[in-house]
């Protein structure tokens, strides 16, 4: 048990039902961070604890303290999305389940503000209203008797901009939300009109010069899969059924100019064990190939070209591109998502070794008149949540910004959580990269690009700057870092102090300051 500087106020006299073994990133003296509910020193476990520990504060903070300085021509907002756990879980916790909580940051002649809500879906407020969590995470068993979701579906995965709109979605499929971009207040479900007949998954791409939204979905039953186009104006224009071999978990979808390219790959659930249990079983299947749909932009299932490659699994992807007859997607692969517990996990064992996977740089490559696929890996370091400048979706694009994960070390906290220890630029067309480490004890997250004001397709890729928010577990202090996008090794040519600590998040997007400030 911890004791002495772990001693809570309000729980002097109390040991700690804390291990060490679990709660792996602390302050050097063991103080936990200020601003975290009491409910959680209850709780062994450790995305409960530290950096990743919640924090119920909703708050707007103009005019804040810069290091260095801002660019007059970084112009909008930065927004993440991620978990903040509101209550003491229903069941056992999982780290996806953590209530929706939006972090934005925004710029604007030379100056930056910043902005913290939850985002207060169907679930959040039913919860509210009782003051306790009701629906089980991710973990299970699931509960088909609850309304809506069997598990509580948090909206906390991603964040995207699409009419007008600033939209919450979640990496299971669920219902997307409308969010105001300035305020970030909660406007309610988002059902395109009435036009959306099932839930929309994360990673639903926005094209930003149609203004169209490309999505998915997936579920437990046939067709097990939907593909679908919003146009600019916010109408669902396109909406059509992908049949599969069974049920799968697909997280992201490719985009070029012309296609869409869809996922079926080899780390699914037994549908059966699900019903019978309510359990997610997720189990890799090396025997089976990676299957990628590549599809007309607003084509029929009927059109889709299946390609087979190795044998993995994807989360997110960098972008894809065309070159002649070859259709190009750059990605994160994990060639074995199978995991192996460890015993000093215990009950958390799975949840904790799916969180230490291994991925690479790789890139795929489709030939649409022979059906060849090449395939290989760009890189061999640990990184994860890629970015790239969103003026260049589905073109060709040369730079990646992604963040390095450091890998499990025997006897050491190193790895043991899923953390982004530094940043790492690549060159897709040479290889090569910079690395910017943040500090002993400082964690970053998804670093979105965003163009200098006014940036086009004809202005250089790397007119822009990367921008990721990074905590401190030293003092747990909490910092926005301005990186130039053409050049990262000298470090960030700004920082911005955020008035209190932000908690580890998920996904992000950059909205320019032309769609929500004029």
Not at 107 to 128: H, P, T
Not at 204 to 209: G, M
Not at 491 to 517: L, M, N, Q
């Amino acid at each position: 048990m911890l004791k002495g500087a772990w001693a809570h106020e309000g729980h002097d006299n109390h040991d700690l039902p804390i291990s060490k073994l679990n709660v792996r990133l602390m302050a050097p003296d063991g103080a936990p961070p200020p601003d975290a509910p009491d409910w959680i020193w209850s709780y062994d476990h450790p995305y409960l604890h530290g950096l990743f520990a919640p924090t119920d504060r909703e708050y707007d903070a103009d005019d804040l303290e810069v290091e260095g300085e801002l660019p007059a021509d970084l112009y909008g907002a930065y927004v993440m999305n991620g978990p903040s756990q509101r209550f003491t879980p229903a069941n056992r916790y999982h780290y996806y389940d953590g209530d929706a909580q939006l972090r934005a940051i925004y710029f604007r002649d030379g100056k930056a503000s910043f902005r913290q809500r939850y985002i207060r879906n169907e679930a959040f407020e039913v919860e509210d209203i009782a003051g306790k969590a009701i629906w089980p995470g991710i973990a299970g068993p699931y509960n088909f008797r609850l309304p809506g979701s069997p598990i509580k579906d948090v909206s906390n995965t991603d964040v995207i901009f699409y009419a007008g709109r600033l939209l919450s979605l979640w990496h299971m499929a669920g219902d997307p939300y409308e969010i105001d971009p300035l305020t970030l207040e909660t406007r309610g479900k988002e059902t395109f009109g009435g036009q959306l007949a099932h839930t929309l998954s994360a990673h639903s791409k926005v094209d930003p010069w149609t203004g169209e939204l490309y999505f998915f979905s997936y579920g437990d039953k046939p067709p097990y899969m939907r593909y679908g186009v919003g146009d600019a104006q916010g109408n669902v224009v396109h909406d059509v059924p992908i049949d599969i071999p069974g049920p799968r978990s697909p997280h992201d979808l490719g985009l070029t100019e012309h296609y869409a390219i869809l996922h079926d790959l080899p780390f699914f659930h037994d549908v059966e064990i699900l019903r019978q249990h309510g359990k997610r079983m997720v189990r890799f299947h090396p025997d089976i190939p990676a299957r990628f749909g590549i599809i007309p932009r607003r084509g029929q299932a009927s059109e889709i070209r299946w390609f087979e490659a190795e044998p993995c699994y994807i989360l997110h992807l960098v972008n894809c591109w065309e070159e002649g007859e070859w259709v190009h997607q750059v990605g994160c692969r994990q060639a074995d998502p199978g995991y192996e517990r460890d015993q000093k996990d215990g009950k958390l064992g799975s949840m904790m070794a799916q969180r230490r996977r291994i991925h690479v740089l790789y890139r795929w490559s489709f030939n649409m008149r022979t059906g060849e696929v090449r395939e290989g890996p760009i890189d061999d370091l640990n990184t994860e949540f890629p970015t790239a400048n969103h003026n260049f979706l589905g073109r060709k694009s040369r730079i990646s910004f992604n963040q390095l994960i450091p890998l499990a070390e025997d006897g050491s906290t190193v790895g043991q959580c899923q953390t982004f220890d530094g940043i790492v630029r690549y060159d897709l067309d040479t290889g090569s990269s910079q690395r910017f480490d943040y500090g002993d004890g400082v964690y970053g997250n998804e670093a979105p690009i965003a163009p200098r004001r006014g940036a086009t397709r004809d202005t250089p890729e790397e007119a822009a700057y990367a921008v990721t928010f990074t905590t401190d577990t030293n003092d747990w202090s909490s910092q926005c870092l301005v990186f130039d996008a053409a050049d990262i090794s000298d470090g960030p040519i700004a920082r911005v102090k955020i008035p209190h600590r932000i908690s580890a998040g998920f996904h992000t997007t950059w909205v320019p300051g032309e769609d929500i400030f004029e």
